[in-house]
């Protein structure tokens, strides 16, 4: 059983480009969060997909944007990069349910470190 | 605001011994806390969890204390191993707003556990 995937594991853009971040949640589950983890800090909740729909979003501007399609699997768009966007990005999935049982966890992909020079 | 806190950036511990993660938050929402572990490169992996209906849970080496009155909780790891070593994570996580939505995690700023042969 896959485990949660991303890709890509490692990038680098440039100030003002667009970059695309990919993940494929756990089987079995239908709801992806995105989290931004940057250098000696907690990761920051980004925003959360379930049925193809963004549900809750963290404190991130418009240039942070999703999708998620039909099978669970779920894009990170970030336009007009700035020095800042450097970060791990991480993908969680939930399993079904989550939200209504005070149990479980969240299972976390291996990230995609982007560099913006 | 930092919602949940890590105040002790790093932690040494000899092999053998006992390690205490400490972990505060400020938000009397929250009614499901986790810890996870991370090594370099990869995403957090999930460690134990409690929820805010429970002072204790237990799982292997592994303990969680909750002190709901303090907002305090503790993550206690007995005999502590060189594989240990990794940085912590707290998160806390509050039953969604919108009951169509799932739960997201709020984290800590981490703690670096290092043991010693």
């Known amino acids: 059983d896959a485990g949660v995937t991303q890709s890509p594991t490692h990038l680098i853009k440039t100030r003002g480009q667009q970059v695309t971040l990919r993940c494929s949640p756990k089987?079995?589950?239908?709801?992806v969060s995105w989290y931004q983890q940057a250098l000696g800090q907690g990761p920051q909740f980004i925003f959360q997909y379930y049925e193809e729909e963004e549900r809750q979003r963290g404190n991130f501007p418009d240039r942070f944007s999703g999708h998620q399609f039909p099978n669970y699997s779920s894009e990170l768009n970030v336009n007009a990069l700035l020095l800042g966007d450097s970060a791990l990005y991480l993908c969680?999935?939930?399993?079904?349910?989550?939200?209504?049982?005070?149990?479980?966890?969240?299972?976390f992909g291996e990230g995609s470190r982007l560099t913006v020079l | 605001d930092q919602q949940v806190k890590q105040n002790s950036p790093s932690l040494s511990v000899q092999e053998g011994r006992i390690s205490i993660l400490n972990c505060d938050y400020t938000?009397?929402?929250?009614?499901?806390f986790l810890w996870y572990k991370k090594y370099p490169a990869e995403g957090p992996t999930f460690l134990i969890s409690i929820s805010s209906i429970k002072d204790k849970n237990e799982d292997g080496r592994f303990t969680v204390f909750l002190n709901k009155s303090a907002k305090h909780l503790s993550l206690h790891i007995v005999p502590s191993q060189p594989g240990d070593s990794a940085v912590y994570f707290c998160?806390?996580?509050?039953?969604?707003?919108?009951?169509?939505?799932?739960?997201?995690?709020?984290w800590g700023l981490g703690t670096s556990l290092a043991v010693n042969p």
């Open positions: 089987s079995g589950h239908d709801t």
């Open positions: 998160a806390a996580s509050r039953e969604p707003q919108d009951a169509g939505n799932n739960r997201k995690l709020i």
């Open positions: 969680a999935s939930s399993p079904v349910g989550w939200n209504r049982v005070a149990g479980g966890e969240l299972f």
């Open positions: 938000n009397s929402m929250f009614d499901y």
